[in-house]
């Protein structure tokens, strides 16, 4: 049965093109849909220009969510991606 | 182990250096996992397209899960579907985007170091025409 889950995350930095990268090649590795909300905006995750046109910036809560059979793991993965590659001086 | 092969890129181009920049910037942001071969320029380096440069670029994006070529404009379509027309001359399978030059092969590239197949490579390029900067 397909699950649901979903965490929120304030940015310490600009999710910049490379983070959004790395982001969105780490979220095709699971076959769970995940999204990208801040604000009204949404992102597909697995689309690097989905997640750049969030234009997402330091201090915003961005929350991941997932939907499907790795849904907890793919968003654990995006938490970690969002923490490490938005860290100021990264 | 060795990864599974990536869908190889190619960008024609008919400027070198637009070509050669919008690989480095590609591969930075996808990690560097992909080969995105340019083909820029005719083949005595002014401005233009080479079916040459196109031919080596193709055989060298190759890694076996096929090749995504993106043009700029005009002849570089041209240039690749002529090539496209005639047996043997490109690896298979061979795909060309019609997509925008920089955001084409950036969603492309992500894609490939995703795992995606070339359909799918294919398919992120052109979406990317869909994309909104703000």
Known sequence: ?90 | MSPDPRVGIVLVSHSATLAEGAAELAAQISGGTVAIIPAGGTDGGELGTSAAKVQRAAKLADSGAGVVILPDLGSAVLTVRALLGEAGELPTPVELADAPFVEGVVAATVAAAGGADINAVLAAAEEARHARKL
């Open chain 1, 1 to 90: 049965m397909p699950a649901s889950y979903e965490q929120a995350i304030t940015l310490t930095g600009d999710l910049h093109a490379r983070p959004a990268g790395a982001l969105a090649v780490a979220a095709a590795k699971f076959s769970s849909a995940v999204s990208l909300t801040v604000g009204a905006s949404q992102a597909d995750a697995k689309s690097v220009l989905s997640v750049m046109g969030l234009g997402a910036t330091s201090g915003q809560h961005i929350t991941v969510a997932a939907e499907g059979p790795d849904a907890e793991e793919a968003v654990a993965a995006i938490l970690t991606i969002l923490a490490e590659a938005t860290r100021v001086g990264a």
